[in-house]
């Protein structure tokens, strides 16, 4: 599993128009589903997400996690992360996991996320989604499992 996950004010995520999910101060989660990613890989996600430190403490240091601040997650599916991008001009999705499994996956991230006391908000996987946000520093991290 891929994420990439940047630090925000606020952040929104619209499907066909209507928003289906927001969030204030927090993170907002592309997530990219790879051949042979599980529920493990996706637990060890989750828990490296919700307790990396990239918000300042007091000193204005990189000291607090999501769970310090009891800050808000937005998650969006994003394949386009897995994405092998070394040869030539077009990506390629070969590694990308199938539709069916990474939808299963990607919701079951949320469903353990939200099983942390969080505020939890989600795109659509599949969907053709526009995404805003605020994002607070620039702060923007990739992370693997």
Do not use: H, W
Request: aromatic letters at 6%.
């Amino acid at each position: 599993m891929k994420a990439l996950i940047q630090r925000v004010t606020s952040a929104s995520v619209r499907v066909k128009g209507e928003v289906i999910g927001e969030i204030s101060q927090g993170l907002l989660l592309f997530l990219g589903v790879e051949k042979g990613d599980d529920q493990q890989k996706a637990d060890r996600l989750l828990e490296k997400i919700t307790k990396y430190r990239v918000f300042t403490d007091q000193n204005d240091r990189m000291n607090l996690s999501l769970i310090d601040i009891q800050g808000e997650l937005l998650v969006v599916s994003q394949f386009t992360l897995v994405a092998d991008t070394q040869k030539g001009l077009r990506p390629s999705f070969s590694s990308a996991g199938l539709p069916d499994e990474s939808r299963a996956l990607y919701e079951y991230f949320i469903e353990q996320a939200a099983k942390l006391g969080l505020k939890i908000a989600a795109g659509c996987f599949g969907a053709d989604m526009a995404v805003s946000l605020v994002n607070d520093g620039p702060v923007t991290f990739n992370l693997n499992v």
